[in-house]
């Protein structure tokens, strides 16, 4: 586990997004929002790529404000799975077909790969007054794929939370959230790119602190989303990116989590041949 430690301060502003997933028009609008806020911190919770049609464009924009401003990153599951796809080839013709928007990520990327190297995957900084340290990760304690959403139980998030910190800040559900475990409090920042919560925009977090306590506010933003749809398609995504793109997309437009229900609906009946996964996922989106 990778983390950075910044310096001691009375007062400070700090801006947490997450989640943009190769939605350009999303992030540009959140880097301006951010920008004219001033925060003294930017950090860029994981899940920058992958499951939208920009994702080199994204990766080239968070570049350009960490090196001209200092925006810091963290890595999320996709970091993760879109650089492991790049390493190691498909088990087999079920998954090859399963990962091809990931894999077509990778190849989008590949050329610049290296700037994704170095992310840490969780970071600490802390302001003056005790207790007052902040830990900010894409995903909890428990790994970059297992967020802190409402059904969590306070006995689970002791375990996926660190101690002894004032403020947790995660993301990966693509839900915002507000809640305290005992003096702890939580904030999940949601997605920029394709919140999970019904409401299409773009979602992010600030974060205050001033007299002697952290103050979290969840910020939502329009966007150009017919630029996004066009993105989609004029990209090549929807059709390059194997049956799961089309319900990633749908996702992005619903604003809803349908991949996982498709799994847990098909998936056993597609490894035992009863059912192709093109027919899967023709059948599920007509259904929905």
């Known amino acids: 586990m990778m983390k950075q430690s910044g310096p001691e301060v009375q007062q400070m502003k700090v801006a947490v997004f997450s989640d943009v997933q190769g939605n350009l028009p999303a992030m540009e609008v959140t880097v301006r929002h951010i920008l004219d806020w001033n925060p003294e911190l930017v950090v860029m919770a994981g899940d920058l790529i992958n499951r939208g049609p920009s994702s080199r464009a994204c990766l080239d924009l968070f570049d350009s404000l960490r090196r001209?401003?200092?925006?810091?990153?963290?890595?999320?599951?996709?970091?993760?799975?879109?650089?492991?796809?790049?390493?190691?080839?498909?088990?087999d013709a079920l998954d090859a077909?399963?990962?091809?928007?990931?894999?077509?990520?990778?190849?989008?990327?590949?050329?610049?790969?290296?700037?994704?190297?170095?992310?840490?995957?969780?970071?600490?900084?802390?302001?003056?007054?005790?207790?007052?340290?902040?830990?900010?990760?894409?995903?909890?304690?428990?790994?970059?794929?297992?967020?802190?959403?409402?059904?969590?139980?306070?006995?689970?998030?002791?375990?996926?939370?660190?101690?002894d910190i004032a403020l947790f800040v995660g993301a990966h559900t693509h839900k915002p959230l507000q809640r305290w475990l005992g003096t702890t409090h939580i904030l999940n920042v949601g997605s920029v790119g394709s919140p999970f919560d019904?409401?299409?925009?773009?979602?992010?977090?600030?974060?205050?602190?001033?007299?002697?306590?952290?103050?979290?506010?969840?910020?939502?933003?329009?966007?150009?989303?017919?630029?996004?749809?066009?993105?989609?398609?004029?990209?090549?995504?929807?059709?390059?990116?194997?049956?799961?793109?089309?319900?990633?997309?749908?996702?992005?437009r619903q604003a809803r989590v349908l991949l996982a229900g498709w799994h847990r609906r098909y998936m056993e009946a597609i490894e035992k041949g009863e059912i192709g996964l093109e027919n899967a996922v023709a059948e599920y989106l007509e259904s929905r």
Request: with cysteine; proline share 5%; net charge neutral.
């Open 68 to 91: 001209d401003r200092g925006w810091l990153p963290i890595r999320g599951n996709h970091e993760t799975w879109v650089l492991r796809c790049g390493r190691e080839r498909p088990h």
């Open 97 to 163: 077909a399963m990962r091809r928007f990931a894999d077509r990520t990778f190849r989008e990327l590949a050329p610049v790969a290296e700037k994704l190297s170095d992310w840490p995957d969780h970071l600490n900084f802390q302001a003056a007054t005790t207790p007052s340290w902040v830990h900010v990760t894409h995903g909890s304690m428990a790994g970059n794929r297992v967020g802190v959403s409402a059904n969590v139980t306070d006995a689970e998030l002791h375990r996926r939370l660190p101690a």
């Open 198 to 252: 019904g409401d299409v925009r773009a979602s992010y977090g600030q974060l205050e602190f001033r007299g002697d306590r952290w103050h979290t506010h969840i910020i939502r933003l329009p966007y150009d989303r017919a630029r996004t749809e066009r993105d989609f398609v004029e990209s090549g995504f929807i059709e390059q990116g194997g049956p799961l793109a089309r319900i990633i997309f749908e996702e992005w």
